[in-house]
Antibody
Framework: EQLVESGGGVVQPGGSLRVSCAASGFTFSHYGIHWVRQAPGKGLEWVALIWHDGGDKYYADSVKGRFTISRDNSKNTVFLQMNSLRVEDTAVYFC??????????????WGQGTMVTVSS | DIVMTQSPATLSVSPGERATLSCRASQSVKNNLNWFQQKPGQAPRLLIYGASIRATGIPARFSGSGSGTEFTLTISSLQSEDFAVYYCQQYNNWPRTFGQGTTVEIK
């Protein structure tokens, strides 16, 4: 059971970037997926969640209207489209699985993270 | 949004001693609380969910308790590999929110 993020990089303020989270080793279409970020030297900040079937999505206020979470269950992949990027979006972006069961939103499997740097 | 407040910010403990970490929610989250451990350069690892249920493979020295607004993570006898940052996180409401973390360091 594994999650692998990709797509991070350096982008200018106001720019866009799409990061991906590829899953393997489990039935991807049964699980919701979160994005969580961590600015350099700071704590964890929850960003977004997409349900197992893409039917519902939730966002942190700090990214609402700028970021869009989506998934392609045929490719076992979740995406985070980030637009209108700000310097304060600079962080390592982790994806994590809504594991255990529907009653327990336990982020039980995490990827290694992908670094997004917003800088001019 | 529910604010999660962890205390203390830093806890200095000797190996073999007990560590007690606290997490307070600004409103009730029932027992919808996770605890994570994070070491430098690594992703977080799930320790506890449902406030008191150990995740798969987590040693018995880790225990969680509490409900409503007050929660505790206890490490009964600290091992060298337990020195890390610990986060609580609520999943009772949207948006999900994390505490700011407690660093457990070697005394």
């Amino acid at each position: 059971e594994q999650l692998v993020e990709s797509g991070g990089g350096v982008v200018q303020p106001g720019g866009s970037l799409r990061v991906s989270c590829a899953a393997s080793g489990f039935t991807f279409s049964h699980y919701g997926i979160h994005w969580v970020r961590q600015a350099p030297g700071k704590g964890l900040e929850w960003v977004a969640l997409i349900w197992h079937d893409g039917g519902d999505k939730y966002y942190a206020d700090s990214v609402k209207g700028r970021f869009t979470i989506s998934r392609d269950n045929s490719k076992n992949t979740v995406f985070l489209q980030m637009n209108s990027l700000r310097v304060e979006d600079t962080a390592v972006y982790f994806c994590a699985r809504w594991g255990i069961s529907a009653d327990y939103d336990a982020l039980d499997i995490w990827g290694q993270g992908t670094m997004v740097t917003v800088s001019s | 949004d529910i604010v999660m407040t962890q205390s203390p910010a830093t806890l200095s403990v000797s190996p073999g001693e007990r560590a007690t970490l606290s997490c307070r929610a600004s409103q009730s989250v029932k027992n919808n609380l996770n605890w994570f451990q994070q070491k430098p350069g690594q992703a977080p690892r799930l320790l506890i969910y449902g406030a008191s249920i150990r995740a798969t493979g987590i040693p018995a020295r880790f225990s969680g308790s509490g409900s409503g607004t007050e929660f505790t993570l206890t490490i009964s006898s600290l091992q060298s590999e337990d020195f890390a940052v610990y986060y609580c996180q609520q999943y009772n409401n949207w948006p999900r929110t994390f505490g700011q973390g407690t660093t457990v360091e070697i005394k």
